[in-house]
């Protein structure tokens, strides 16, 4: 495997982001040890400005010729009809050189080992990996480094970190998603727009209201502002060294949409921060490894306030910017006086023409450039620390109301410096030796660390008439490299005396001499496009036959076929999934008339849930009963709680009638997988499958079912369905968040430092949009919130259509329905789908009349999800 950590560690990479071609040169000019972005297609991050390959390929070239990575981004879920332009969008950044791939879907990262296993793959954070197991299986597939999931802790990180030989990305600076990545779907299920897509709408950073069963708003009077679901941003600065302790490789910086100033800044910033660390490890003082004006520097260019996140315990209510969720700069004094149209201001940070500052008013803030300061009649070009000056400013404001500075102009163009067109400063230092004698031809060569090039002369050197070549003029004219990354550091001149060399030749070998330093370090071993197409079709052979295979075996296995309404109902009934989270929600399903129970899940605090003698109680309910029954795992386990059900199901295997497991992340399959191989599994939608290659990844490793992305609309669906054993989310709500923080805990559960008082169980919650939409919060045992949509996934009436296509199976999400809810629902369901398994069509006037039933029993009312509206 290549590019593996080193065990000691002894350097580390700083990962900067760049959304344009000047972000780019702002990070390498900043000292960035590799860059990532997006290409224009395939992203998450499809608003950012992102490069063309005409950009992509001079990118590196600037890039590798600075010794900088270029990290190309292709961190989406990608659908079949889009493999096509993905096969040549691979192999193109192939060509240019790109260093690595970061991924999220794993039908990608498959297709890309079998085809071109020559380019580094590294997992995005998108594929929610926080565990050991997790990493297991990206290994297993070949990638060769992981971005951790942000809400792993510092024992996390060295336990997953000793037990794999990746290396590690984590993020340090720039903003948080309150969700897991990969996990967030709010924003695709209210608004159509994608984070698996790279289109979400940050609808985190919206306001919300916290609300009860009787609909009264909680935090009326707490004054803590109402964005509850926008946390503050990340910054790891002073925290580099313990990063390096935890096995740390790559140190990632967000802020793909950010402006260059920003990267820039940033960049900058950790650099230093990052270089102190690795000489103090070395033995070299080189003294703080983050000053005060760099940490103002930091809070200046953008902050929602700061936050360590979950890195050495969990944060609640400090994790949050409840107040805003944007920039907010650094306080810069209050207001003394108002006088017309002047503002005066007792100053607690500078001040200076063309900064932005914001006045926050008790009618809200408003925002203006300051064109001129004074001190008194006098005119100022600054204002400092303990100053009271005076600004132009039309607006209303009373004594004692807040400036901040939202925009220091002074930074903004220092940033701005240092990557200026044709004002490069990432260089590296040559060595050169000139020599020869009048009559032959000069030699000039350069070394550039370990690669050296030599060049000769067209001309032979000749006896000087005026002025002979000197140490001096040789090294003035060798060392004119202009944008080029070197600078001359030494000459070595061994010439004959009294010679001289036109100057023209001198600066020919000089040009010579760098382009062949440049060329070597773009040498590489290519795949030909032919080979790679070669290997294309194989690897598209191998997938048909893989499908082939599983219809093959799937056949082998038939259950009836549909021929009676009888024998149909016995078929709908197997193929039908009713997932419940509690004993009462088995017999419910079982008495009408499921045959094929996932039980478990997560255990919600406000209800009793399943404990080891209710899961085998309902084992062997569905066994009396000739059910299939699936144990299903929580959505999110992180290492601590992996271990403790690693030991559950080491007790599970030697029950005599044990169910099969449904896994939820890739975590939980390499876990089921190493306690027992032959164990059978099934795969959970959250782990995003959207696509055959990702089908049968899963089905290579053994699984006997997977259920589908609730994000594919139904021509998508389709092709999926040709495989056997895929099943289709049909009915339920729709989880559309998972997160560590708990807004309900955060702000009801009492004062910090003390234990939670558990409101989350007293009655149920809801957070209320702007529209006065209301979306359940559940929050289960281990403190995590599950957000949930408004309404109800309902594709009654498409059964017809779902069975047309092949789909094997339906699945019916009730794990916070009551008992009769569940009973009815699984009724009406079994009737529509025996209909549709026999190749009846269901009628408008019975669809209607079915929801009208099922409306009475959940009134919040239905969507038809992504069935109709993809995020394509």
Request: proline share 4%.
């Amino acid at each position: 495997m290549s590019h593996i950590k080193d065990a000691e560690l002894s350097s580390m990479e700083l990962l900067a982001p760049a959304g344009s071609y000047e972000s780019f040169k702002a990070a390498v000019e900043n000292g960035a040890d590799a860059v990532y972005l997006g290409g224009k297609s395939f992203n998450a991050r499809a608003s950012a400005a992102n490069f063309g390959l005409d950009e992509l390929r001079q990118v590196v070239q600037y890039a590798h010729e600075r010794e900088t990575k270029v990290y190309v981004t292709v961190n989406i879920l990608i659908a079949d009809q889009e493999f096509p332009e993905l096969y040549d969008y691979i192999y193109s950044l192939y060509e240019i050189g790109v260093d690595a791939l970061i991924l999220q879907d794993i039908g990608v990262g498959s297709m890309i080992r079998s085809v071109l296993p020559e380019m580094e793959r590294h997992a995005s954070t998108q594929m929610t990996i926080n565990t050991t197991w997790g990493v297991r299986h990206v290994e297993r597939l070949g990638f060769q480094r992981v971005v951790l999931a942000r809400e792993v802790s510092v024992e996390q990180m060295k336990t997953i970190s000793a037990k794999t030989a990746l290396e590690i990305e984590v993020f340090v600076h720039g903003a948080l998603c309150i969700c897991y990545s990969g996990q967030c779907l709010m924003s695709s299920y209210i608004g159509g727009r994608s984070g698996n897509r790279g289109r979400c709408a940050q609808p985190c950073r919206l306001t919300y209201q916290l609300m009860n069963e009787e609909r009264k708003d909680l935090l009326a009077e707490a004054n803590l502002g109402n964005h509850l679901l926008s946390p503050r941003d990340l910054n790891f600065v002073e925290e580099i060294h313990t990063l390096k302790e935890c096995g740390v490789y790559s140190l990632k910086v967000e802020g793909r949409m950010k402006r260059p100033e920003y990267v820039a800044t940033v960049t900058r910033i950790y650099r230093r921060a990052l270089d102190h660390v690795l000489s103090q490890e070395n033995g070299v003082n080189a003294g703080s490894a983050v000053t005060g004006e760099e940490k103002t520097e930091l809070l200046q260019i953008f902050n929602r306030d700061f936050s360590r996140a979950y890195f050495h315990s969990h944060p609640g209510a400090e994790l949050m910017s409840y107040a805003r969720p944007n920039n907010r700069g650094i306080r810069l004094g209050r207001i003394v006086q108002n006088r017309g149209n002047q503002l005066e201001i007792k100053l607690e940070a500078y001040l200076r023409p063309g900064d932005g500052i914001e006045v926050w008013t008790s009618r809200g803030r408003e925002g203006i450039t300051v064109q001129k300061v004074w001190q008194g009649k006098r005119e100022s070009e600054e204002g400092k620390p303990g100053d009271i000056v005076q600004i132009e400013f039309a607006g209303k404001s009373h004594p004692g109301d807040r400036v901040f500075k939202t925009h220091d102009e002074q930074l903004m163009e220092k940033a701005r410096q240092s990557f200026q067109e044709g004002k490069e400063r990432r260089k590296r230092p040559l060595k050169m030796r000139l020599s020869g004698s009048i009559g032959e031809l000069m030699a000039l060569e350069a070394w550039d660390q370990d690669k050296h090039v030599r060049v000769d002369s067209a001309t032979p050197a000749q006896q000087a008439m005026k002025r002979p070549l000197t140490q001096e003029y040789a090294f003035q004219q060798l060392n004119r490299l202009g944008t080029t990354p070197f600078w001359l550091e030494e000459l070595d001149l061994e010439v004959e005396e009294g010679l001289m060399l036109p100057v023209s030749e001198l600066n020919e070998m000089r040009r010579l001499v760098v382009e062949g330093l440049l060329h070597k370090s773009f040498q590489q071993e290519k795949v030909t496009r032919g080979e790679y197409k070669q290997r294309l079709k194989e690897w598209q052979n191998r997938l048909k036959l893989e499908q082939e295979e599983q219809v093959q075996q799937a056949q082998q296995h038939k259950e009836p076929l549909p021929g009676s309404h009888s024998k149909a109902a016995s078929l709908a009934a197997r193929r039908l999934t009713v997932a419940v989270s509690d004993l009462e929600g088995v017999k419910a399903a079982l008495k009408a008339g499921a045959r094929r129970i996932a039980l478990g899940g997560e255990r919600w605090r406000s209800r009793k849930g399943m404990s080891w003698e209710d899961i085998r109680a309902g084992v062997r309910l569905c066994k009396e009963q000739g059910a299939n029954c699936l144990l299903r795992l929580p959505r999110i386990l992180n290492e601590e709680q992996s271990a403790w059900w690693y030991e559950a199901l080491l007790k599970v295997k030697a029950w005599e009638d044990r169910p099969w497991i449904m896994v939820a992340n890739l975590g939980e399959l390499e876990m089921v997988k190493d306690i027992d191989p032959d164990w059978p599994f099934e795969v959970d939608y959250p782990v995003n499958i959207f696509n055959e290659a990702a089908v049968a990844h899963l089905f290579r490793l053994g699984a006997q079912g997977v259920t589908l992305s609730t994000e594919l609309e139904h021509s998508q669906i389709e092709p999926l369905a040709r495989w056997p054993k895929t099943e289709v989310f049909a009915f339920g709500e729709l989880e559309m968040m998972v997160s560590e923080y708990c807004p309900v805990g955060a702000t009801l559960g009492g004062k910090k430092g003390t234990k939670c008082t558990a409101p989350c169980v007293k009655e149920p919650h809801y957070l209320r949009d702007r529209l006065n939409y209301d979306f359940p919060i559940e929050t289960d045992l281990d403190c995590r919130m599950h957000l949930y949509n408004v309404k109800r996934l309902n594709l009654y009436k498409e059964l017809g259509s779902i069975a047309k296509m092949g789909v094997q199976r339906i699945r019916l999400q009730l794990d916070r329905a009551n008992p009769v809810q569940i009973r009815d629902t699984v009724r009406v369901f079994l009737e529509g789908w025996e209909r549709a398994l026999a190749g009846e069509r269901i009628s408008e006037e019975q669809a209607e009349k079915v929801n009208g039933y099922l409306a009475e029993r959940f009134p919040e009312g239905f969507t038809k999800g992504h069935y109709f509206r993809g995020v394509l």
